[in-house]
Structures are given as C-alpha cells and as structure tokens.
C-alpha cells in the first residue's frame, strides 16, 4: 500500500493541487507541487533501513487477471536508487522551475505534467509485472511528449515532441512485443516469475525475437546510436523539463529496464554483444559530436547522449563489478547533468542566449553559477575529488578486463580513451567558451540569478563533491544494494574509494584529461570550432524525409481510395463483404444439413410472393419514389406476418408498428426531395450493380439455408428455464429485454435516442413554416382529425395493455411506445402539429431523457442495495380486490423503455414532418419525370 | 418453407444492395431500410422456424420458439427505425445543403464521363 501511495501521490494529489493553486501564483503552485513528492521521498525513505539490509517487497493486487496483468510492485535496492533520484531531483526541479518560468507561461500546466510524467516513471521502477511497465513507459513517453512541446507557439518544440514521440513510442510497441513473447514463453508476467524460469524463456527458440524487442525498447528510450536523434531535438522543452527528463531520469528508462531484466538477460551472449557495441559506439559519437554545438543544451544533449551509451556499455557486459560501475553512473551522470543543465537554464534566463559563440566572460558577472558548472563540469569530465571520477574509473577498469568477445576486447581500451578526451573536450569547451573566453554583445546585460534559482544546483554540486571525496561515507550502501538487485548478489568483494594506487585505469584518466584539454585547445586556436557548421546529413534530417515521406504516402491512398462517390466505397465494401463470406464456402462447399425441411403451406407462398413483389417491386420501380415506398413497405408487413407465423408475437407487433412509422419517415422525407430520379446509371454501371447484389443476394440465401437446414444447438433453455424463477415473467422475449440482456437494452434505448436527438439536429434552421396538410385537403381532415380524437383513447388503452401484460404476454415497453407515438402521430396527421403539441406538452426530447433516466435509476437501485447493476427483484404483493399481483422491478425498467421510445418516434417524426426544404435552382423537380 | 425463407432473405437483400448502390440520397435510405429487415429476417431465422409454439412459459407439446433471437432482433427493429429516420433527416439536409440529392453531394458529372469511374 505505501508503494502504491508513493507512486500515485505525486500525481494524483500534486497535480491537481497545483492546477488548482496556480490562481494564488507561483510559489503557491510550487508549494503544492512540492508538498506530495516530499511526502513521497519521506515515505521511501522510511522503507530504506530495510532496503539496504538487502531485503525486497513485492506486493501483489490482481488487477486484469485475465490478461496477466496485476498491480504488482517491488521495491529493491535498483528501484531505492531510481525512486530517489526520481523523488529527489523532482523535488530540485519544482523549486528551479518556480524561478525558470516567465510570468506568461501556464506554471501549473508545467508542474501538472511533470507530476504526471513523476508518477509514470515511479510506476516504471517499481514495477514487478511487465504489462504494468509497459503502460508507465508509454506513459512517460506521452508526458515527455506533452512536456517537449509545452511552449505550443513554437514550431520546434512541435516538431521535437513529435519526433521524440514517434521514437520513444514505437520504440514501446517493440517493447511491447517483446515482453509480450517472454511473457508468453513463461506463462506470467511477474518478473520473479521470469527470472525463476530463466532457463527455459533462454532457451525457447522464439527468444532472440523478444531480446531484439526489448532492446530496440531500451536502445529508444535511452537515445543509443542510430535512435539518438530525438534527444537533441528534445531540447526545445523548458530547461527544467530537459534537466529532469531528458538527463536525469526518462533517458534512464532504458538503462533500467536492462537492469531489471539482467537476471533474465544477463550473460547472454546476443545480449553481451549487442548491448555493448551500441553502447560503446554511442558513446564515442555523442562524445564527438558534443565538441561541436554551440548551443549550451545541444551540447549536454549529445553528452547525455554518450553517458547514456557508457552505462549501456557497463550494462551489456557479464561481470558484476560492470553493473555496480553502470548504476553507480546513474546517481552520478543524474546529479551532474541535471546540475548543469539548471547552470545552463541559469544563464539562458540571464543572458538571453544559449550560444557559446555569443556567450563568454560571464566569470565576473555571475562567479557563483561559474563555481556551480566548474564543480558540475568537472564530474562530467571525470576529474578526481568529483564524483563522475570514480564511476569513471570502474568504467576504464570494465574496458581493460573485457575478455571472449572478439574485436571489441581489442578496440575497448582506446575507444573508451577516446570518448572520454572528447568529454574532457566539452567539458573545457563548456567552461572555457561561458565564462572565461572573451565577452560578447549579448542580448541584455547579464545579471544576477534569483538566489533560490541556484540552490537546486548547489544542493546537486555538494552532492557531487561529497560522493567524489568520501565514496564510503556517502553513496556506496545505497549502490551496493542497487547492484546487487540487479546481480542477484553475486558481488565480489569490493571498495569504492577515491585512491586505490597507480594503475592503468588511474592512467587512462591522466591521459583522457590531458588529451581532452590538448583537443579543446586545438579545436579552440587551430580550427576556430565557433565557425564549425554542422552537417546536414543527420538522424534528425533522415526522420524527417521518413515522416513527410509516409504523410504523402498515406495521402496519396487515401486519395486514391476516397474519391468522395459513394457509390463507389459501397461498392468496395460489398465487395470486400463477398470475398470475405466466399472463402469459408470455397473452403467447405455448401451441403445441406440433417435437419426435416417443413413442407411449405399455401399461406406461405402468399406472403412470400407480397414480400417479394415488395422488394423486387421497389427495385423496379426505385425511380418512381412514393410507389418504392409503399411497394418497400409491403414487404415490412409481409415480415410480419411471417414473424407471427413462426411463433415471433412480440416481433410480429413491432415489425407491424415500426413499418407504419417507417413508412411515414420515408413519405415525410420525400416531400423534402425530387418525387423522382431521372435515368442516369448507364447500362454498364447498372450491370456492375447487378451482380454485386446477386451475388450478395446469393451468398445470404446460401448462408441461411446451410442453417436453416441444420439441427440447432441453442443456449436458451438458461433463458427458458430462469424466465419465471429468476426474472418473474411468463414472456421470455420481454424478460430477455428488461431483465437477462437489460443492460444491452439500456445501452440501445440510449442509442435510439441519440438518433433521434441527431435526426432532430440535422433539421436546424429546416424548422418550422411548412403547412401541416394541403389546403385541399381540409374537407377529408375534419372527418380524419374527429375519427382520430376517438381512435387516440383506444390506442392509448391498448398501449397501456400491452405495456402492462408485457412481462407475461406478448407485449411490453417497446410495442407500447410505438403505439402511443402512432396514436399521437395520428392526431398530428389530423390536426396539425401545433394542436398535437398543445395536447402533449412535454417535449419529446424530455421523454427520452426522462426514459432513460428511469431505466438507468432502476438499474441503480440494486447497486444501492449491493447487487449489481440491473439486478431485478421481484415481489407478488397482495393488493385488496386486485388480489395477487406480480410485479417486478423490471416494470419499472420497461416503463424507461416505454418513455425513451414514445419520445425517440415522436422526435423523428415531428423533426422530419416539421422541416420545409426551399426548392433549389441545381434541379427542378418535374424535369426528372422520365 | 426453409428454402422459400433462405431464397426470400437473399433476393431482399440483392434488392438493397442494388438501392444502396444507386445514386440518388432517397434509394439508398431505401435500401437500407430494407436491408435491415432482411437482416433482421436473417437473425431471427437462426433460432430456426418452428409455427405453432410460442416463446412463453410454460411450453406447449411441441416445445418453444427460441427466444434470443427474437429479443434481439426485436431491439433490432428499432434501432432500424431509428437509423432509417436519421439518414432521411440527412438527406434531407445534404439537399439543402448541397442543392442536390445526388448522394456525392454534387451534382453534375461531365458528360461522357463514364458514370462509376473517377
């Protein structure tokens, strides 16, 4: 429970806080920031006595466990160092980001997102299942994304979100994938239940496919070479933002997820190789590539960049001192990145550039923020007393002592050498080119940062200082447990300390800080590195071409398949629908079955023949439009009669009721259109229409009569048997409406008024004017509108019966509402709309909420009394003189049915019958009379 | 009557399909509302056609009529209703917006073009 809370507090008390005391200003927003991630760092490090005695929590809440996915936690040595550093440098941010922020910039925005993106990254390390993790990944992802582009006017802050979206979120499908495979090999997925079965996930054939995956996952989210491109583009996020996520913590993510797994991946030989060469040749590039911006967080981009691909490095080899080095770099690359990209934040904010060719001479202006980035700088380049120095070294000693894997274990050694001149080469650069190098005219004149705005920094340089002199003292308990976390407690025996006598690691670094200072001075006065320009040929660029070349891509299919007929995507689509239903049938021929066919009844022939009078009827004459109507509407009637034949009571009255009112929408809806379509589709166009349908036709006959003519096997007998017991009602139709499948009901009574509120829509501005009847007519309307006002009583009555008997016989909510709306519908016919109003009264939309509403309340009630939703009750009260009378609480459910239809066909119909067309110029209508 | 009941079902919905594929806004509603009831004819002809029994308890000598297909379909029904008055209404309104019931929205193709090509 203490996990979840740390895991959920930041955001769920934090953003929210904040968001809500922005209002009050920015500290107030702050303060309410800050508050729940202190909360959660004094909570973690309650739980730390324990951790560092070597012990672990998992805690386990099943969560979907259909799918394997549960609420799952650990915390261990590893997630103590992630949790910390995460709770901790957060804590940093939000005091820094108070100061960073101009008074125009939305701070609660920013603070609601970093406590989104706190929570997302806690939930990463401390999970234990890996479908859990998979959701805080892609959650980070889309926070970094919304973070990335925060300052929305800006061009490539859009562009850098999406790009770092498009990479670190698919990079999470493939993680998806892969964890999804060894997910599948071991049958959970709880890490300890993968690690217990290391073995047989090791050896299924299908594992290299997942170990690729779940690389391709790290390599992405940790910006390895070639996926590093997004990293720098990043940078267009607010500096605390860059400080936080894309140095300290997200980048991270990676690096942890192989950790996490190294007791599954460890050792293995795929893994070793290709976790090494990325990580090597990642860090040489980036390392390089950093000497040359000049833009202050481009270059700590690219320089994350190589941090990120040296851990990677430690990672992938199969030693355990490697994986002490690797998370050891964590704490230390976390605590002096994110110091220098505040120190960096600090001198954009003053000096209103970050461009190193502009800046220079700052040593006098700001001393404080110089000492900050020179302690800070120093760690990054690996200089002893700084703490970078020490996870250095292990590195330098890693690179010496790699053996069995061919070519690398030659080129390691200078490779490693190399990268780290470089980072001694930016490092100089860093310093050299902001504070001592000649001034510059810069945009305004420099001065002094906001006191608190440097304390996140000094808090991080202390740290750096205080872990670079006194290792033992300090850091070295908590990253002991963190490796053996990740090592499972195989540590040798082993002393972090800062001096442990000449050798060839302590060499190494003599000659990567005298060699890096050597470049920067030939970089400097030799080549004149400010006049460098970059080179086009970039990641970045190569994206680019990518993104823009799939938009086209997909904008030419679509253009291609959506050429706005119609006509024509109905065609594809019956089209798809007959290759689709003609493979099964190519597949096993078509046989009949087993079942004794009905000899057929003269009656049948009759309706038959209505029926298909009806329908081919229309066809024939479809361009003759009231005659297709009313020939269409035969073969409604004619469906319910056979509906009433084949023992369907309940269908055969709605089908009756529903073709009535069909009937009417489709004459209401003529009067608004041309009474006729000319001849238009030429013959070819007409046979291609003729054989989609036959052949539709066909496959549909087919289809029934391969079922028709089979024995069934049916679950209804459940319905059959529980009607009376369990939903008190002889009718199992209308039990299975209001009481088995009611809330199936409840989400269709829902739909159809929707439908009926969107045909109501559809007539905005159509509304009103028309003449409810043809003034020729009014002779018939007296007769009709007196025979209607008489007919209304009865049809109301019967609606009432039929509502009332529905739960026993043939009836119920539905047919009631169709025949109460037919009766008013047939006042509207007699007397006009208005009149018709004037006797309803309540508007039809009202109805349907109100129906709605009752049936929803109905099914709420059995919540209340702790069942779930929908669960009816049935009761057989005596009542005096009525004697016994059943009733169940489904009656008030149909009663919601019976609203919600009455005002849906009510609804439609006024909507329709209401509306005036005006007579447009494009066509008129007797000119279509063919 | 269960080949009469496949064959009816089929040339209905051959029927709709044709109207759906036509080019005015008034057949297609109409083929739609008439593929609905051949669907719907379709689904409840899966519980099998049985005369003479009733889906109400208690069951008479020839057993009962099976029914979840009729509860379904008889939602099914409406909902058909409901759909058929919405693509009226939108009809109606793509005249009016349009000032044409060709059910692309435009009227003329020009001439000589063959009608269902682009």
Redesign the interface.
Known sequence: MTLLIIILLPFFAGAVGTLIAQRRGFSAAAWAAAAPVAVSLALLAGEMPEILTGEQIIVSRPWLPQLGLNLSFRLDGLTLLFGLLILGIGLLVILYARYYLSPEDRIGRLYALLMLFMTAMLGIVFSENALLLVMFWELTSLSSFLLIGFWTHSPLARQGARMAFAVTGGGGLALLGGLLLVGNIAGSFEFSDWFAAREAIRDHPHFNVALGLILLGAFTKSAQFPFHFWLPAAMAAPTPVSAYLHSATMVKAGVFLLARLYPLLGGNLVFEYVTTTVGLTTMVFGAYVAMFRHDLKGLLAYSTISHLGLIMFLLGLDTPMSSLAAVFHVGNHATFKASLFMAAGIIDHECGTRDMRRLGGLWRQMPQTAVLAIVAASAMAGVPLFNGFLSKEMFFAEALDLHGIPLLENIAPAAVTLGSMFSVAYSVRFIHDVFFDEPHELPHRPHKPPRYMKIPAEVLAVVCIAVGVLPGHTVAPLVDVAARAVVEDTLPFYRITLWHGFSLPLVMSVVALAGGSVIYWLLRNRYDVHLHVPVRYTGRLLFQHAYDGVIAAAGRLTNRLQ??????Y??FA?AAFIGLGLWPFMQHGVHAGD?T?????PF??AV?GL??LG??G??WN?RD?IV??IL?GM??LA?SI??A???????SL??LA?EV??TL??L???T???QS?RA???S??KA???V???M???????L??T???RS?E???WY??EN??PGGGG????NV??VDF?GF??FG?IT??GI??L???M??EG?RGGRPSITPALSGNRLIFAAAARVLLAFALVVALHLFLRGH???GGG?VAG?IAALAIMMQYMGSGLRAMLARIRIDFWRWIGGGVLVAGLTGLASVLAGLPFLTSATRHPLVPLLGEVPLASAMAFDLGVFMA?LG??LL??T??GE?R??P????EDGRWKS | MEVMMAAGIGIMAAGAVYLVLRERSFSVVLGLSLLSTAANLFIFSMGRLRPGVSPIVPAGADGYADPLPQALVLTAIVIGFGMTGFIMALAVRLRHETGTDHIDGVEARPEGMPEHDS
């Open positions: 050429n706005g007929s119609l006509q024509r109905l065609a019956a079942r066919p009905m000899p057929a009844a049948g022939f038959w029926a298909m329908a081919l229309a066809v479809h439009r297709a109507a269409a073969t409604g469906a056979a509906f034949y084949f023992s369907a009571p309940d269908l709605t089908q529903i009112v069909t929408v489709l209401m809806g003529l608004l259109l041309p379509s238009e589709s030429t070819g166009g291609r229409d003729a989609i349908a036959i539709v036709g066909a496959g549909v006959a087919l029934s009569w079922v028709l003519s069934q049916t679950i209804s319905f059959w009607s009376v002889h009718n199992v139709v299975l409406l499948r199936d009901t269709e739909v159809l439908a009926a969107c045909t109501w559809l007539m159509l026993d016989l043939p539905f169709l239809v849906t066909t439609t119909l909507a329709l509306a067309g005006k447009t110029s494009a066509e």
